[in-house]
């Protein structure tokens, strides 16, 4: 089932490769992506387009997503917006 | 003209001189006392404020072993501890440490030196790119580039370091931002977001609690997993109260053990593929299990599919992506141990005891019926039985630590634990080496305890070289080598599911571990088989480090064991 993360961090250094290697150890591959700071610079939202194939996996991953300190909040949404989504990467 | 400020601390006025001077300010503010280190070119400022400063270092000999001494003493105090080590390799070197406190959930902060910010990328002398290295294997790291923040960084990782689930923080120190000359750092207070910056905690879900304190004394069958949670939140004391309010029975995880004391009634022992078989069985049987901060990890709950089949589960947790990972949990609860067993002992009072004695007496029959045994054989020197001994000689009182492998278990099985933070082992990674640097972090951590260290002849000669710490700064640490010639726990799993096709796992030859010691003017004894309890007794009389060595049969088992893959109940090896 493909998921959309929409990921809110803080606007560090790293914070990308931390979140990333969360989805790489667990064998989870990033169909598409779109990140973006916020107008203060300080934090940046980032949108991943994924696959988990089993549940608890899924829900999982939430909570590990979820404690990481960068991590300001973090949405998940299934794909029933994907075309919106993709449309916003193109806008 | 140096560019010079003054910080005021608490027992007078300190002249700061460089971005290493304020880094020390810091560390003596947040109440460190002693750091584990080793120096090198990147760090070479780091290490010159020391030497100005007289910061007590305690020089490793190796930079896994200064990870592993950091997690020893952190270990026995709670405290945070803390490593220095330098650029590239150093860096390198301590992964293996940092992974291992990840795992074991250690609070620790790993200075590591980095080449100065302008090479940084030019794959400069002794340059990695630690960040990359360790952002999995650490709850948080940074890289210093900017002197204004550097000391809100370092005081903002030594709470995360602590807080929530403890974890290991990586600091990156550029060596020009280490020997930089700061005018000012700014005056403003540190400013964390609770929410955003440390773990969430939150106040115990009560309705949640509610429920868990009915159905737990409703159950004809309950029991308790008590685990590293319960130490790291200090919560031994509230532990024990509950439990013996409602007679409820306590399983411990190897990492642990001391939770209960050995000779409690309602202690089962540890759990898991080498536990006692009333704790498995009582995995099996139980009608309903309250973990109290554990995660039901894979040497634990050996067949998660069918880990305690016919109970309700409970899982009390500071770690909310703990809950449900391996075992799908009824009552789920994010807390910290000690708030959530204050809240039992303050709401469970006028709640009478539940009906389980049956339960109770059964538990104590398997213990009857199926004692943690060995056999003696003329001649030969037992493990099983050299860790009794000892258990006798220190009064089950000592700081217990060992290495990775069949020692480990076997300590885990006979040494009498009875109080909490007496373990030091390497529970999560199991990493062979981790014993002997741990011992000495444990040992400066508390000089009055006594320190023993149980370590295989495989893991010794993995950090051997901190036997020289032990020798420089004449520390008291009984060393014992349960010495059986081979990787004895890889040969176990080879004899017992490889049709004894012992790969690679006997030594064609080994040191002399006394010359050994003795090169390290530390004084070393080989037990006889006629004599070694005297022996023994006499090193623990000796007011100094004593190495001791015995040889124990090759082919020794540990036992029970459940195969890989198996559920609690299926223990080989049992009576």
Request: aromatic share 8%; glycine share 8%; charged share 25%.
């Amino acid at each position: 089932m493909h998921e959309i993360i929409i990921c809110k961090m803080k606007n560090r250094v790293g914070v990308l490769n931390r979140f990333t290697g969360l989805l790489t150890r667990r064998n989870i591959n990033i169909e598409s992506a779109s990140i973006n700071s916020t107008p203060d610079n300080k934090a940046v939202v980032a949108k991943f387009k994924i696959q988990v194939a089993k549940a608890h996996e899924r829900e999982h991953l939430k909570r590990v997503i979820a404690k990481q300190i960068d991590v300001l909040s973090v949405q998940w949404d299934d794909c029933k917006n994907d075309l919106e989504f993709e449309h916003a990467i193109v806008k | 003209m140096l560019a010079r400020r003054e910080v005021k601390e608490q027992d007078g006025v300190h002249t700061v001189s460089t971005g290493s001077d304020v880094l020390l300010g810091i560390l003596k503010q947040q109440g460190v006392e002693l750091i584990f280190g080793y120096p090198g070119g990147a760090v070479l400022p780091l290490y010159d404020a020391v030497y100005r400063q007289a910061f007590n270092n305690i020089l490793v000999r190796h930079e896994q072993g200064a990870v592993h001494a950091a997690e020893g003493y952190a270990k026995a105090t709670g405290k945070t501890g803390v490593v220095f080590v330098t650029s590239g390799p150093g860096a390198t070197n301590a992964v293996t440490g940092i992974a291992d406190a990840m795992l074991d959930s250690i609070p620790l902060i790993v200075f590591t030196g980095q080449v100065g910010c302008d090479s940084i990328g030019k794959d400069a002398f002794q340059e990695v790119d630690i960040l990359s290295m360790t952002a999995p294997i650490t709850k948080q790291n940074y890289q210093i580039h900017e002197l204004d923040n550097f000391p809100k960084i370092i005081e903002e990782a030594f709470k995360i370091a602590a807080s929530g689930r403890p974890g290991p923080v990586v600091i990156d120190l550029p060596k020009d931002i280490a020997s930089s000359l700061p005018d000012d750092f700014g005056d403003e207070k540190l400013v964390i977001s609770e929410e955003h910056s440390v773990q969430r905690t939150r106040n115990v879900d009560e309705s949640m609690m509610l429920k868990i304190s009915e159905a737990l004394l409703k159950a004809k069958k309950p029991l308790i997993l008590a685990g590293g949670g319960v130490l790291a939140a200090n919560a031994v004391s509230e532990l024990r109260k509950f439990v013996h309010r409602f007679d409820l029975p306590v399983i411990s995880t190897l990492v642990s053990l001391g939770v209960m004391p050995d000779k409690d009634f309602l202690f089962l022992g540890m759990g898991g593929m080498h536990g006692s078989y009333q704790a498995n069985m009582a995995f099996y049987e139980c009608d309903f299990l309250l973990n109290i901060g554990s995660r039901f990890d894979d040497r634990l709950a050996t067949n998660a599919a069918k880990f305690a089949p016919h109970a309700h589960v409970a899982h009390i947790d500071i770690d909310a992506s703990e809950l449900g990972k391996v075992i799908s949990t009824d009552f789920p609860v994010v807390a910290d141990a000690k708030d959530a067993l204050s809240w039992f002992l303050s709401n469970t009072e006028q709640m009478p005891k539940g009906e389980h004695v049956q339960w109770l007496q059964q538990l104590n029959d398997w213990r009857k019926k199926h004692p943690k045994h060995y056999e003696e054989q003329e001649g030969k020197i037992k493990p099983q039985a050299v860790i009794e001994e000892v258990g006798k000689l220190t009064n089950g009182d000592a700081t217990i630590v060992t290495d990775v492998g069949q020692h480990q278990m076997w300590v885990a099985q006979y040494y009498p634990f009875k109080r909490s933070h007496q373990i030091i082992t390497s529970g999560g990674l199991g990493t062979m080496g981790f014993g002997l640097p741990a011992a000495i972090g444990a040992k400066l951590a508390a000089p009055e305890k006594e320190v023993v260290l149980f370590v295989g002849d495989g893991g010794i000669q993995m950090t051997v070289e901190e036997l020289d710490v032990i020798r420089e700064y004449k520390l008291n640490i009984k060393i014992i080598i349960l010495n059986n010639k081979t990787l004895g726990m890889v040969r176990q799993w080879q004899d017992l599911f490889y049709e004894k096709r012992r790969s690679q796992t006997v030594f064609n030859g080994q040191p002399d571990f006394i010359k050994l010691a003795q090169a390290y003017s530390i004084k070393g004894l080989k037990l006889s088989p006629q004599h070694w309890r005297e022996t023994l007794a006499d090193v623990f009389a000796e007011k100094e480090s004593v190495l001791v060595e015995a040889e124990i049969p090759a082919l020794e088992q540990v036992y029970p064991m459940i195969a890989p893959g198996q559920p609690n109940q299926a223990m080989m090896g049992v009576d």
